[in-house]
């Protein structure tokens, strides 16, 4: 007797049960086959730079994991055979030194955050020396992921307020919670914001993800914020340097309306709005003051 025919009494008894086991083997088959494609696909292949997903957040490509481009697949930034030259560099006297890291540190020590402006206007010239000063700064491989939006047309100004205003009055109604607000109280500020309106001219320091170039290749931006937030420091020196005043403010969830009003792709994003000019003859600051310096640093 062949062995169906010995299986063939229990096969009809079972039947229901025997179809069931079939399928769920089935299945198990086909679930196990799946996880394996899944797993080489996740496999980086050699000399991937892309990030895993886990490290998203650290690295400083991960910006670009959701990215459907691969910005490895970019041209190099800049030419790999740049030439080196020699870089001219001149030693100051000591005594020299002294003197002048010490001026700028009394000059830097009198900058403070204004919020009442006069509406005198800027010489001409003077904001584009602030800018070229800001662009001097560091980047990632010298990516220059920095856009510097310099509004002077009052029109815009008003639009500016009237967006950030909107937006300022739901952050100290909901958004930024009691504390925040309270940590805020000694600045005395709120949503109402003439000085948008007041200052001559309103800095928009955007910072760029990518960049994409007139033949839309995407090109990867490196430690966009971080160089971008040493731009906007330069920027906020220069302000001072030159005889004006600024507010750094961080215009919290209405970066997506001003970038759209100021016309800018969305590769960029707003990271601090700065108003210059000259102080109203009658602004006030908070009287604080800074920690000393046995309080900033660590000397090992
Ligand atoms: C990242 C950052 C965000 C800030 N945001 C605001 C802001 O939204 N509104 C504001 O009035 N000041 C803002 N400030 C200014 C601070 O309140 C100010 O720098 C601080 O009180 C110290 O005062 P000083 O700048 O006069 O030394 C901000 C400063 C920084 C660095």
Known sequence: MSSFQELAPFLAANWPIVCVAVVVIALVYFLSMKS????EKLTPKENTKIPSPQ????HPLSEFAEEKQDPNEAPPLHDANTAHVLFKFERLPEKEM????RDFYENLNQRRSIRFFSKDLIPEGVLENIVRAAGTAPSGAHS???TFVVVRDPKIKLQIREIV???EFTNYERRMGDKWVQDLQFVKTDHVKPYLEDAPAIIL???QQYHIDENNVK???YYFEISTAIAAGMLITAIHVAGLVTVTTTPLNAGVALRELLGRPSNEKVMLLLPVGYPAD????PDITRKPLDKIVVFK
């Open 36 to 39: 394996e494609k899944q797993k």
């Open 55 to 58: 490290d998203k957040g650290e």
């Open 98 to 101: 002294m003197t002048r890291s």
């Open 144 to 146: 220059e992921p920095w």
């Open 165 to 167: 205003e909107q937006e």
């Open 205 to 207: 320091v955007m910072k």
């Open 219 to 221: 090109y990867p931006h």
């Open 282 to 285: 009658d602004a006030t600051v």
